[in-house]
């Protein structure tokens, strides 16, 4: 899975395979130099928010 915002790939965020929580919901700022991403943002979170 990739963050909405940034691009990068869930692990970069902590995921499943990183430090943090496997959980979508709890993945933090992004780890790829450079990128100043606060947190991940599920994509389909980010696609609902628009169709409201």
């Known amino acids: 899975m990739h963050c909405g915002r940034c691009h990068h790939a869930d ?3 902590g995921g499943p395979d ?22 991940y943002a599920d ?3 980010k696609i609902d928010e628009e169709l409201v």
């Open 43 to 45: 994509a389909m979170r």
């Open 11 to 13: 692990v970069a965020h």
């Open 18 to 39: 990183g430090d943090m929580s496997s959980s979508v919901l709890g993945l933090g700022a992004c780890g790829v130099p450079g990128c100043a991403c606060p947190r």
